[in-house]
């Protein structure tokens, strides 16, 4: 096959009050061969809106204002919609924060397009700011455990992660995605709001026979937790239930039983204290909370 013309992928990039990251982002976007006319942004209810210092700076980029945030999963997933109804063949979901190197979208689309049973690829993350420490070379799940590890994190790159492999899921900071495995996987879970819904997504295509693969050739450097802070007790309450969304949503049998007791026991207000963290710090009482809204599947967004 023959790799698609980098002019013609459709990248998708979600914000939310990250301005400067994003402009930046562009930047490096269109070193890397990127049109803009093929970029859709979605503002997540930014304020102020992105909008005059968007067209300033990239006038013909397609810009989706949504009036809040509805998160990075129902983001992605509009701009997406709106890419593939321009008959998008090719989907690159790029977060703000991340910044591509110039060869990098070119070496993805060509791996991407050498083997038609990869749904997705996906580069080498660095950790921006840093000597070459990498952030991701794909993830490693362990479902019965609500285990997600990013391969390689914290690793000075020595060259010890140069083959391409193929991965249990990719790391969604920056991802190309076939749209026909798209279409058939379907859109991302939007009950996640953010985190972890990628490492879903990937195990669904998994399921139906599609392989995902880590592209060294290709790199990326990621602002870890611009939106959010990398310590939040937001962030800390949407992976604690998002971890458990992920093995509720694929894995059968005992586990499932034992959720249903557990459920039933905190129903009748029996153990349910230490899920409340009272007198805990924010960061423990938001991790009780997340573990009580994973178990009673409470997908409100948080506020």
Sequence with gaps: MTAPDLAEIATVIVTWNQGDRLLACLSALEAAGAAQERIWIVDNGSQPPIEARLRERFPR??????????????GHNAGVKAALEAGARTLFLLNDDAFVEADALAALAEALAADPTLAAVSPKVYYDGSERIIQSVGVRVDVERAAVRMIGSGEVDRGQH???????????????????AWEQ?????????????????????????????YIPQAAVWHHTSSSLGAHSPLRQYL??????????????????????????????????APFLGLGQPPLGRRTGRGRLAGLFNNSQPPR
């Design 61 to 74: 980029v397609l810009l989706l204002r949504m009036e809040r945030n509805l998160g990075f999963a129902a």
């Design 162 to 180: 140069d083959a391409p492999a193929d991965r249990d899921a990719l790391f969604g900071c920056a991802m190309l995605v076939r749209a026909a």
């Design 185 to 213: 996987v379907g859109p991302l879970w939007e009950p996640f709001f953010n985190y972890a819904e990628e490492i879903d997504w990937c195990l669904r295509a998994r399921e139906l026979g599609w392989r995902l693969r």
């Design 239 to 272: 992976i604690t239930r998002n971890m458990l969304y992920l093995r509720r949503r694929h894995t059968r049998g005992g586990w499932r039983a034992r959720v249903g007791l557990a459920r039933a026991r905190l129903s009748n207000g029996r153990g349910i």
